[in-house]
């Protein structure tokens, strides 16, 4: 346990590496990432979603292939 303890004030204590500003900056690309992937594809999921519940809704539809 004591080794345990020491470690964590040893890694807190420690200035090298990568900093709580860093991590966010890397948070925020990979947000802003995400956000113009769903920005994208938002139109033709939106397509593909509405096709699926018109063929559950009416599954005897030829164009539910």
Not at 39 to 58: E, H, P
């Amino acid at each position: 346990m004591d080794t345990l303890l020491s470690a964590t004030r040893r890694f807190l204590r420690d200035e090298e590496g990568v900093t709580i500003v860093e991590y966010a900056m890397i948070a925020a690309l990979i947000a802003l990432g995400v956000a113009a992937t769903v920005l994208l594809v938002r139109d033709t999921m939106v397509d593909v979603f509405d096709k699926i519940r018109a063929c559950l809704a009416a599954p005897n539809v030829t164009n539910c292939t």
